[in-house]
C-alpha cells in the first residue's frame, strides 16, 4: 500500500514507458513551472496547448527551457480545451491538465458526446491528503464537482473513489459517509443515506469497499475516539475514504486541512472519465499541483491495463 506522495512519485518513475501531460490554455506561470518540475524529475513529458507566444515569454519569465516540450497553438480557450481532450482520446497524451481555460470550458470538452472522454460513470471529484503524522494517505470525496448528490450519486462517487483507493494499493477501501453524530436520524437525511450506503456495501451493491455509517469525522478517523463512544464497525477509526453529504462540508474540510494543518500535502483530481483529469485551483500551492499530476499519473495506469 502506498503511504505517501513520495511513495506515489517512485511508483511514477518505475513505470515502463514515460507519460504525457496534454495542458488546456497552458499559459500560466504556476502550471507551466508545474509540468516543468515533472519533466525535471523525470515523471512525464508534457503537451502544451495554447497561445504559443504567450507560453513562450511565460517561459521566458519563469526560466523554463522549453526544449523538449511540444507547443501546439491554439489560443482559443474552448479550442483549446477540445484540442488537448482529443490528444487524450487518442492516445498521444496519458493525463489532462487545467490550465487557464476555464472549468466549464473544459468540461464542456470533456463531456463531448463525439469526441470527448466520457465513460459512462458521473465525474467526481477525488482529494487524497498525507496528514503529518498520520501514517497513510486519506481520501476525501465530493469537494469539487458533485453539490448536492442523491443516494444513487453517492454511490457512484463511492465506485470513483476506491478506483483511486485501488491504485494507491488500498485493495478493498474503507468508506465512512460523513455525518455530524453517528445515529440515523429521519430529520437528518444524510444520515439516512450513509445507513443506506452501508447496508447497499453488505448486500453486494457496491462491491469492492467496506462501508459504514453514519460516523462523524472524528471516530472515521480517530480509533481512540470510536472506543470512546463505543462504536464497533470495520470502518470506525479505519477510513481510507470520507465521503462527505455535500460540497460545502468537502470543500471546508479541503480548505481547512489545507490551512490549518502545516505540513500536510494534497493532490486532487477529477476522475469518472476515460482519464484523470488535473484540475487545480490557482490558489492550490505548487507542491500540490506537483503531487496532483503524480497522483494522476499513477491512476492512468491503472485505467488502461497494458500501459504500465
Do not use: W
Not at 515569454?57 to 480545451?81: H, Q, R, Y
Not at 503529518?132 to 444513487?152: E, K, V, W, Y
Not at 470512546?228 to 468537502?250: F, H, T, W, Y
Not at 500536510?264 to 483530481?269: P, Q
Request: aromatic share 2%.
Amino acid at each position: 500500500m502506498i503511504r505517501s506522495f513520495g511513495e506515489i512519485m517512485t511508483a511514477v518513475l518505475r513505470q515502463e514507458r514515460p507519460r504525457t501531460i496534454a495542458v488546456a490554455l497552458a499559459q500560466e506561470p504556476e502550471i507551466l513551472q508545474a509540468v516543468g518540475d515533472a519533466r525535471e524529475r523525470g515523471l512525464a513529458n508534457s503537451i502544451l496547448v495554447g497561445g504559443e507566444e504567450e507560453i513562450r515569454a511565460i517561459a521566458g519569465e519563469i526560466g523554463l527551457d522549453l526544449e523538449g516540450f511540444t507547443i501546439v497553438n491554439e489560443p482559443d480557450p474552448a479550442a483549446a480545451a477540445a484540442r488537448a481532450v482529443e490528444l487524450v482520446r487518442t492516445g498521444e497524451a496519458d493525463i489532462l491538465m487545467k490550465g487557464l481555460v476555464g472549468t466549464a470550458t473544459l468540461l464542456r470538452a470533456v463531456l463531448d458526446k463525439e469526441r470527448g472522454l466520457r465513460s459512462g460513470q458521473i465525474l467526481s471529484h477525488v482529494a487524497v491528503f498525507e496528514p503529518p503524522g498520520f501514517g497513510r494517505l486519506l481520501l476525501l470525496t465530493d469537494a469539487a464537482m458533485n453539490i448536492a448528490p442523491d443516494l444513487q450519486r453517492k454511490a457512484e462517487i463511492i465506485r470513483n473513489a476506491a478506483l483511486i483507493a485501488n491504485a494507491l494499493g488500498i485493495e478493498r477501501p474503507k468508506v465512512a459517509p460523513l455525518c455530524a453524530l453517528e445515529l440515523v436520524n429521519p430529520e437528518m437525511p444524510a444520515t439516512v443515506d450513509a445507513a443506506l450506503l452501508s447496508k447497499m456495501a453488505q448486500r453486494g451493491q457496491l462491491p469492492g469497499v467496506e462501508v459504514d455509517g453514519p460516523l462523524a469525522l472524528d471516530n472515521a478517523v480517530s480509533p481512540e475516539a470510536a472506543r470512546r463512544k463505543g462504536i464497533q464497525s470495520p470502518v470506525a477509526g479505519q477510513a481510507d475514504i470520507l465521503l462527505v453529504p455535500g460540497i460545502e462540508v468537502g470543500n471546508v474540510i479541503y480548505k481547512t486541512l489545507h490551512y490549518f494543518c502545516p505540513g500536510v500535502k494534497i493532490a486532487g483530481l477529477v476522475t469518472g472519465a476515460r482519464a484523470p483529469i488535473v484540475l487545480t485551483s490557482r490558489a492550490d500551492s505548487h507542491e500540490t499541483k506537483l503531487n496532483s499530476i503524480a497522483l494522476s499519473l499513477l491512476v492512468s495506469s491503472t485505467l488502461a491495463p497494458g500501459n504500465s
